[in-house]
């Protein structure tokens, strides 16, 4: 069975901390994906990565960076945690050609105090 | 760019009724794919549906249907014989195949399926 795993259902950070947001996937897909999701707004894409090392920047990366040092695994972070970082974030992953057939992890819901 | 418009923030729908939630979607591009996601209180993304623009036929899946207008830029998601599993959130999207191809969501609609 496929799996995108995100290491934390929930997490609980406060205000100016240095947050990671870990995404991990078996099923040896090239294109993975970081989602922000909002009540009202949908989701949106933060940023998202092709290749090992390869990142780019999606419609709100602001506040955020990425890191993709192996295939499998690619991770959100929020160099000084702000309130309105609040927010669940999905991790999703698809094959190089394939952007249309996309996994999802379950979700990380942030809290920022 | 590419923007998905869901007009109905909240749907309800009595159990074993229809219900039919709306997509309006904006783009130039020719070639894409449309999608209806369901997330339900779990939180998992499942896939509901997906319909590619070439094909005029409308994609169904079991109890869900879609309904396909190219010109009108239309794709709204049918739901027959509701269940109580089906209560979730709705997420429509689209992606292109001919630019950066990324997925672009609307807002979401939150059905209730009333016993």
């Known amino acids: 069975d496929v799996k995108v795993t995100q290491s934390s259902r929930y997490l609980v950070k406060r205000t100016g901390e240095k947050v990671f947001l870990e995404c991990v996937q078996d099923?040896?897909?090239?294109?993975m994906f970081w989602y922000r999701q909002d009540p009202g707004l949908g989701l949106r894409l933060i940023y998202f990565?092709?290749?090992?090392?390869?990142?780019e920047k999606g419609d709100i990366p602001e506040g955020y960076s990425v890191s993709r040092e192996k295939k499998e695994r690619f991770s959100l972070i929020l160099e000084s945690a702000s309130t309105n970082q609040t927010s669940m974030y999905l991790c999703a992953s698809s094959l190089l050609h394939q952007r249309e057939k996309l996994f999802f992890g379950s979700g990380t819901q942030l809290s920022v105090l | 760019a590419q923007t998905v418009t869901q007009s109905q923030p909240e749907m309800s729908v009595q159990e074993a009724e229809t219900v039919t939630l709306s997509c309006t979607y904006d783009t130039s591009e020719s070639d894409y794919y449309l999608f209806w996601y369901k997330q339900p209180p779990s939180r998992q993304m499942i896939l509901v549906i997906r319909q590619e623009a070439y094909k005029q036929q409308n994609a169904t899946e079991n109890r869900f249907s879609v309904n396909f207008q190219k010109a009108a830029k239309s794709f709204s998601l049918k739901i027959s014989d509701s269940q109580l599993g089906d209560a979730a959130m709705y997420f429509c999207?689209?992606?292109?195949?001919?630019?950066?191809?990324?997925?672009?969501f609307g807002k979401g609609t939150k059905l209730t399926v009333n016993p």
């Open positions: 990565s092709y290749d090992v090392k390869m990142k």
């Open positions: 099923m040896d897909h090239e294109n």
């Open positions: 999207a689209y992606i292109g195949l001919g630019g950066s191809e990324k997925l672009v």
